[in-house]
């Protein structure tokens, strides 16, 4: 089975960096993904990760640890554009699963001036 | 390059009654998804078609859920007979085989939100 933990919600003032945690406990495991969804908004790709380590683009990254099942996104230079929905994903498997998402609840971040 | 488009946008209708959403992938894109995204929840997964074929259903209430995606391409989605519970945002996505990538990414569409009275 799969189990996708992170924050319900998290406020940060404009120009802050923000931590947004997750951990997940899978049976399978191909990477781990982060989406944000603005609210009444289609859900769009942010990151993928599915080596040890920190991704970086742009004013986001994104960091995985697979032994400890965590994984963290980074926003840097907050905007308050940047208020929305953060979803963290595992995609369990490879070809045969179809990749197919598991979601956790998402993070609502609520950036403040 | 256009996204995935799903129709109607809004639903209303009354417990026990049936409803219909409609989506059309991106051009190309092999495998298309159904997920139910209830309101403060991430999106879970409906089914998952390859083509015109079902990849994956375990998580589809199959007692009153159906789908179907006859040609490979665009998909319907129907409840019969809905419930209060089915009021969520019904988010369809698509992707196609990593090309040059290590991972599938998906495209969401823009979701049509059922509400059940």
């Known amino acids: 089975g799969q189990n996708i933990d992170q924050p319900t919600e998290m406020t940060a003032t404009e120009g802050a960096i923000v931590q947004i945690n997750c951990t997940y406990q899978?049976?399978?495991?191909?990477?781990l993904f982060w989406y944000q969804q603005h609210a009444g908004e289609a859900p769009t790709f942010l990151s993928y990760n599915v080596l040890d380590g920190l991704e970086e683009k742009g004013r986001f990254s994104s960091f995985l640890s697979r032994s400890k099942g965590y994984s963290y996104l980074l926003l840097k230079e907050l905007q308050m554009k940047d208020s929305a929905s953060y979803l963290c994903a595992v995609s369990p498997g490879g070809l045969n699963s179809g990749y197919a998402l598991n979601f956790g609840k998402g993070t609502s971040l609520l950036v403040t001036p | 390059e256009a996204g995935v488009a799903q129709s109607p946008r809004y639903k209303i209708i009354e417990k026990r009654q049936s409803v219909a959403f409609w989506c059309n992938p991106i051009?190309?894109?092999?495998?298309l998804y159904w997920y139910q995204q209830i309101l403060g929840q991430g999106p879970k997964l409906l089914i998952q078609?390859?083509?015109?074929?079902?990849?994956?259903d375990s998580q589809l209430p199959k007692d009153r859920f159906s789908a179907e995606r006859l040609k490979g391409v665009d998909s319907t989605l129907k409840i019969q007979p809905a419930k209060l519970e089915d009021s969520a945002v019904y988010l369809c996505?698509?992707?196609?085989?990593?090309?040059?990538?290590?991972?599938?990414?998906?495209?969401f569409g823009p979701g049509t939100r059922l509400t059940v009275l």
């Open positions: 051009s190309g894109h092999a495998t």
């Open positions: 078609f390859q083509n015109n074929g079902v990849v994956d």
């Open positions: 996505a698509s992707s196609f085989p990593p090309r040059g990538k290590s991972y599938n990414e998906q495209f």
């Open positions: 899978t049976s399978g495991f191909n990477g």
